[in-house]
């Protein structure tokens, strides 16, 4: 539930179950559900974490998901910015976890949103894989794949969901 409306959409992580499991650090102080909400309640932002542990084959990471609000830079700054703080709590608490944070940010790589987590030592899977950023990288598509066009949709097009990834052992 989110509020009093039902769920639309789900983060889904693929694990071999036989090997690893969910884990809940005792006094992770990691909330169900962080929220940033703008003075006026017009906009929020919320992040859910994804265990917030989880293990696999002894290594253990935090998986943080969101969806941040599609209307207002500032609430998607503050927003990350929680998430960044709640995040680095849970990682001191526990060891230096790696960290995942996924989602979809509603707005594009380059802007201060994402700079909030790349000036902090997150990597973008996306850039790290080899693909670059241009024109041809869209993560919202109106559900028309390879045949969208930006023309196809008044909605903000481009990279706009992404995986970030931050582990300074270099697990």
């Not at 703080?85 to 960290?99: A, Y």
Request: aromatic share 10%.
């Amino acid at each position: 539930m989110y509020g009093n409306r039902e769920v639309e959409e789900y983060a889904v992580i693929f694990f071999a179950p036989s090997g690893s499991k969910r884990s809940t650090p005792a006094g992770s102080g990691f909330p169900k559900r962080l929220r940033s909400t703008r003075r006026a309640g017009v906009t929020r932002s919320s992040a859910r974490p994804t265990g917030p542990c989880c293990r696999e084959n002894s290594a253990t990471f935090l998986q943080v998901n969101t969806h941040l609000d599609h209307i207002s830079e500032p609430a998607r700054v503050e927003g990350n910015s929680l998430i960044l703080r709640r995040t680095e709590e849970t990682r001191k608490n526990h060891g230096d976890l790696p960290t995942i944070i996924t989602g979809d940010f509603n707005c594009r790589p380059g802007t201060r949103p994402y700079r909030v987590f790349i000036e902090d030592g997150f990597v973008d899977t996306f850039l790290a894989a080899g693909n670059e950023e241009d024109e041809g990288a869209y993560t919202f598509h109106a559900f028309k794949g390879a045949q969208f066009t930006p023309e196809d949709t008044d909605k903000l097009t481009g990279r706009i969901d992404w995986v970030l990834v931050r582990d300074d052992a270099g697990r």
